[in-house]
């Protein structure tokens, strides 16, 4: 499973962007998807994860309210939209793909600045 995440940069506070994480080779069974981030001297957190085929959506608290993980099937792509953001957003967010039982992939990582 290949996962190519892409939209990262540089926003201000208060701002948005949105991250594309499109997964690619032996998908079949990949059951989840979703983000992780992990800002300098510290350790990775959830972001977000979305059931495939249930939309069934999780939610780090810290992004609870503000970010919003949804999925394009046909595209085989998972997309998080990120408003109202922080400078404790910043972070070097993963893409990652879970089939069962226990088969983690994870794409390069993507970093977002949040920043004035």
């Known amino acids: 499973v290949q996962l190519q995440a892409s939209g990262g940069g540089l926003v201000q506070p208060g701002g948005s962007l949105r991250l594309s994480c499109a997964a690619s080779?032996?998908?079949?069974?990949?059951?989840?998807m979703g983000w992780y981030r992990q800002a300098p001297g510290k350790q990775r957190e959830l972001v977000a994860t979305?059931?495939?085929?249930?939309?069934?959506?999780t939610y780090g608290e810290s992004v609870k309210g503000r970010f919003t993980i949804s999925r394009d099937n046909a595209k085989n792509t998972v997309y998080l939209q990120m408003n109202s953001q922080k400078p404790e957003d910043t972070a070097v967010y993963y893409c990652?793909?879970?089939?069962?039982?226990?088969?983690?992939?994870w794409g390069r990582g993507t970093l977002v600045t949040v920043s004035s």
């Open positions: 979305i059931v495939i085929g249930a939309d069934r959506t």
């Open positions: 080779g032996n998908i079949f069974n990949i059951n989840v």
């Open positions: 990652n793909a879970v089939r069962p039982p226990a088969n983690n992939y």
